[in-house]
């Protein structure tokens, strides 16, 4: 599930925010209190809350200084400022609100990691079939017969995928 406004994406699982091209990698603290945040949009998230949130009751940390760092981690990838706030609201000595707009999407697959097709595998094969048929050229100096070594492993690739 990721989470878009007008101006930014931000995938929660990769603590990513996509903004105006660039993408900003959050450290797991500042990714979770974001995912915190928009999940809640609209809401005061309390201080004690986020704290509970991203340390857990048994955590000695410096709470203070951690939240404090985390949310400035946030305005730094959303382009954001404390005053106005165009996202993070800070509510003085009581907690967070995400305030913009925001809509659940879910990711897209990027073609860049989708499965390839027969046509992408067909390809593959006849350009792994012509580095063949060159490497034994050049290794044998017999054109005919690495012409016959790519015909059987074309038709060894044809027959296969096909």
Do not use: C
Request: charged share 25%.
């Amino acid at each position: 599930m990721r989470f878009r406004t007008p101006s930014f994406e931000f995938d929660p699982p990769t603590g990513e925010v996509h903004r105006d091209g660039t993408v900003y990698r959050l450290e797991p603290q500042p990714a979770a209190l974001l995912a915190l945040l928009i999940s809640r949009a609209g809401e005061l998230v309390p201080r004690t809350e986020a704290i509970r949130e991203l340390w857990g009751e048994h955590t000695a940390v410096n709470f203070q200084e951690g939240l404090d760092y985390s949310v400035r981690q946030i305005r730094i990838a959303l382009g954001d400022r404390a005053r106005p706030p165009r996202y993070v609201e800070t509510i003085p000595r009581r907690g967070y609100r995400f305030v913009a707009p925001v809509e659940r999407s879910t990711p897209t697959i990027d073609p860049r990691r989708q499965r390839p097709t027969r046509r992408h595998m067909w390809t593959a094969a006849v350009l792994a079939a012509v580095v063949l048929a060159g490497t034994t050229a050049l290794v044998e100096r017999r054109p005919n017969r690495h012409h016959a070594i790519a015909v059987s492993v074309l038709k060894a690739v044809h027959d296969r995928l096909f």
